[in-house]
């Protein structure tokens, strides 16, 4: 089985990068814009920083599943990244300035080797059929975040 591939999309927002890492710096809000993460909670106290422990809850169908994620990267104004402890997947959000506002760039990348997909796989449809999903997902989420900065705009 050759190594899972990153999942990678963006989106152009009519809004200056501060406006956009207002709404986006604030990881506590993901549920409102993914279609597969319901819930995500910061353990421990706030605000999110590096090393910031999150647990959440995604659903697929008929199929929900907790997740514990660190928070690995913040780079206020520009960057967010956490890698869920289950899979290994690590998602990122990077925001750069452009003459139109900023570009939102969603990014999951995943290790060699997934014991969540080998466990996980015939249950949620397998790694090909999930993959498919959440690069749908990820458009998905960053036209959500588009429209939410946007309308505050």
Do not use: C, Q
Not at 25 to 49: A, I, K, Q, Y
Not at 79 to 88: D, K, L
Request: glycine letters at 12%; a positive charge; zero cysteines.
């Amino acid at each position: 089985m050759p190594p899972p591939l990153p999942i990678s999309a963006a989106v152009e927002i009519d809004a200056p990068p501060e406006r956009v890492w207002s709404v986006v710096g604030d990881v506590t809000r993901m549920p409102e814009w993914s279609p597969e993460l319901r819930r995500l909670r910061v353990l421990g106290s706030e605000p999110v920083r590096v090393g910031s422990r999150m647990l959440g809850l995604n659903r697929r169908g008929w199929v929900a599943w907790p997740t514990t994620s660190v928070v690995t990267r913040l780079e206020p104004g520009r960057a967010v990244a956490w890698r869920t402890r289950e899979s290994g997947a690590s998602w990122t959000y990077e925001l750069e300035a452009t003459a139109a506002g900023t570009r939102l760039t969603g990014r999951r990348d995943l290790p060699a080797f997934l014991l969540g997909t080998t466990v996980l796989g015939p249950v949620i449809g397998g790694a090909a059929g999930h993959d498919r999903e959440l690069a749908d997902g990820i458009r998905t989420t960053l036209g959500r975040i588009k429209r939410t900065v946007e309308a505050a705009g």
